[in-house]
């Protein structure tokens, strides 16, 4: 059997944050490089990428409360504004990859799943696995979803990711997901070492994470899905399944690529 890698690029490396369709294209064209030498050394090894929303989603789910479902009458035009606002960051990123010959293949989560009261009943498993089986990269993202009760929900990239997990364990020998964060990986911010330097968490599990949960840094800027948090705790979910997932940063020139080429980093593992 083979593994399965899932590489999330974090809305917040490719992005700012703080400014709405703050684009930082300079850092899409090199992880889009570094991905794609990555990816040529990849041995029995299938990929799917994931892109977070960054400043593009992020702002108008938040002004819509798309996450919270229909919640006035502004509610039903707001969720399609931040579809519109997903599509258009997943498109670059799609285009950037494309330009460097990964051979990417994007797929709307809204449409692979069916979802109920915020929880998934079907995840449209075949789609993806013909796509990977013929030669395409998937490549997924945080989105808006149609919820038979609510009305909308939001899913961010790491809740696509559990659900991908889910339902492909039973394909592949061993999966792992990989975070590309603006951070090196998850700060203690409590134990600042001289000079201010924040050291890195280097392993997360269920055991320790109440203890340093206190301790670990947020977001920056608009994020409606709950930032570091949310990715730990998703991570730890995914780790309930023997699922290891790493943290490394997408700032730092070479990482990405150094830890595709399955060579050591810096970061922090949850597991």
């Known amino acids: 059997m083979k593994n399965l890698l899932l590489l999330k690029i974090g809305g917040g490396v490719i992005t700012d944050k703080t400014k709405r369709y703050g684009l930082l294209e300079d850092v899409l064209v090199r992880l889009a490089r570094e991905i794609a030498d990555g990816y040529e050394q990849l041995k029995n090894t299938d990929l799917i990428i994931g892109n977070g929303a960054g400043s593009f989603a992020h702002y108008s789910a938040h002004e819509y409360r798309t996450m919270e479902g229909f919640v006035d009458e502004r509610s039903v035009i707001g969720a ?50 013909v796509a990977i089986k013929k030669g395409f990269v998937p490549l997924v993202y945080g989105d808006p979803m149609v919820d038979s009760i609510k009305g909308c929900t939001i899913f961010s990239t790491e809740k696509v990711f559990d659900e991908i997990v889910r339902v492909m364990a039973n394909e592949y020998k061993k999966i792992k997901v990989v975070h590309i964060s603006s951070e090196t990986g998850v700060y203690d911010l409590k134990n600042a070492l001289k000079g201010g ?71 922090t593992m949850i597991k």
Request: charged share 25%.
């Open 80 to 129: 399609g504004w931040v579809r519109y606002d997903a599509v258009k960051l997943n498109q670059l990123v799609f285009e950037e990859l494309l330009r460097v010959g990964v051979p990417a293949f994007s797929f709307s989560p809204s449409s692979l799943m069916t979802v109920k009261n915020n929880k998934v009943e079907h995840v449209c498993k075949e789609t993806l696995v």
């Open 197 to 267: 330097v924040k050291p890195i968490i280097p392993l997360i599990t269920k055991k320790n994470f109440e203890q340093i949960k206190s301790v670990v840094n947020g977001s920056r800027g608009v994020d409606v899905t709950g930032g570091m948090i949310h990715k730990v705790e998703e991570c730890l979910k995914l780790a309930k399944q023997g699922v290891e997932s790493w943290i490394v940063s997408g700032i730092i020139k070479g990482r990405v690529r150094d830890l595709l080429m399955g060579k050591k980093v810096v970061g």
